[in-house]
């Protein structure tokens, strides 16, 4: 069981918008604990779409954002296309585990 | 350019060790703390625990204490990730993965802006 928790999958058919909740507890994000967003492609390695809440690393486009309130946080994906077909991850830090903690990752099927 | 590259898959019996490897170039290889992460077939993202190569202290998921151990090699770059008494719960891709440190205005933390390429380890009778 992952200590956040994330919708296993969602779809949506292209150009349409999305979001992937992330919820988490007082001891992490309601802690005030930054999460971090990353997306997993078949065979490779994670990629980082968002830092700090709702910064983009450059070259991410504009299509991805995020958000955060209280114990939870967003990730929100407009203008889908097929390339962003993967799996999806949160990430954040929880301080009674004295550790990064992960989502369970959501599956984004585009239509 | 910052690489880290892992060492190759290995299949391990039940009971047995594995210990992999990342070696680091691109950067100064003390200046930055190395993660492990793994995923099993079908799983999400677990961390692992985290390496300082600088003095070599670490800080591992409450999870593996007692089984796993993170040790470096300052003169190849390289860190290693040893775990133990393996069951074939232990059947994952394991990754090592550099943090990003970050102050953005409001707040500060880090990302993972570097990965292995992952090791698959196999753990089966």
């Known amino acids: 069981q992952s200590a956040l928790t994330q919708p296993p999958s969602v779809s949506g058919a292209p150009g349409q918008r999305v979001t992937i909740s992330c919820t988490g507890s007082s001891s992490d994000i309601g802690a005030g604990y930054d999460v971090q967003w990353y997306q997993v492609l078949p065979g490779t390695a994670p990629k980082v779409l968002i830092f700090g809440n709702t910064n983009r690393p450059s070259g991410v486009p504009d299509r991805f954002s995020g958000s955060k309130s209280g114990t939870s946080a967003s990730l929100a994906i407009t203008g889908l296309q097929a390339e962003d077909e993967a799996d999806y991850y949160c990430q954040s830090y929880d301080f009674t585990l004295s550790g990064v903690v992960f989502g369970g990752g959501t599956k984004l099927t585009v239509l | 350019q910052v690489q880290l590259v892992q060492s190759g898959a290995e299949v391990k019996k039940p009971g047995a060790s594995v210990k992999v490897s990342c070696q680091s170039s691109?950067?100064?290889?003390?200046?930055?703390?190395l993660h492990w992460v793994r995923q099993a077939p079908g799983q999400g993202l677990e961390w692992m625990g985290i390496?300082?190569?600088?003095?070599?202290?670490?800080n591992y998921a409450q999870k593996f204490q007692g089984r796993v151990t993170m040790t470096w090699d300052t003169s190849t770059s390289t860190v290693h990730m040893e775990l133990s008494s393996l069951t074939s719960e232990d059947t994952a891709v394991y990754y090592c993965?550099?943090?990003?440190?970050?102050?953005?205005?409001?707040?500060?933390?880090?990302?993972?802006?570097?990965w292995g390429q992952g090791t698959l380890v196999t753990v089966s009778s």
């Open positions: 390496i300082n190569p600088s003095g070599g202290s670490t």
């Open positions: 993965a550099r943090p990003f440190f970050y102050y953005d205005g409001s707040g500060q933390g880090y990302y993972y802006d570097y």
């Open positions: 691109g950067y100064t290889f003390t200046t930055y703390y």
